[in-house]
């Protein structure tokens, strides 16, 4: 019983193999983070939405009726 525990022992403190995260993890997090940067750069800069929410110089004035 003894002999089982050490062998199980040596084998979790084994390094495992390199898997498809530990390869390219951080370079498919910094794909996707400039992915997302460069599309909202692009959103809100080229496709012309007016932010400004203050009806201030769009709204004119009616003639007061007296």
């Given at each position: 019983a003894r002999g089982v525990q050490l062998?199980?022992?040596?084998?979790a403190h084994r390094r495992h193999q390199p898997d498809f995260h530990?390869?390219?993890?951080n370079l498919?997090?910094?794909g996707g983070a400039a992915m997302?940067?460069?599309?909202?750069?692009?959103?809100?800069?080229?496709l012309g939405i007016?932010?400004?929410l203050s009806p201030?110089?769009?709204i004119?004035?009616?003639?007061?009726?007296?």
């Amino acid at each position: 019983a003894r002999g089982v525990q050490l062998s199980a022992a040596r084998g979790a403190h084994r390094r495992h193999q390199p898997d498809f995260h530990d390869r390219y993890g951080n370079l498919v997090l910094l794909g996707g983070a400039a992915m997302f940067t460069s599309v909202w750069a692009y959103v809100l800069t080229q496709l012309g939405i007016e932010w400004g929410l203050s009806p201030v110089g769009r709204i004119t004035p009616r003639e007061w009726r007296e």
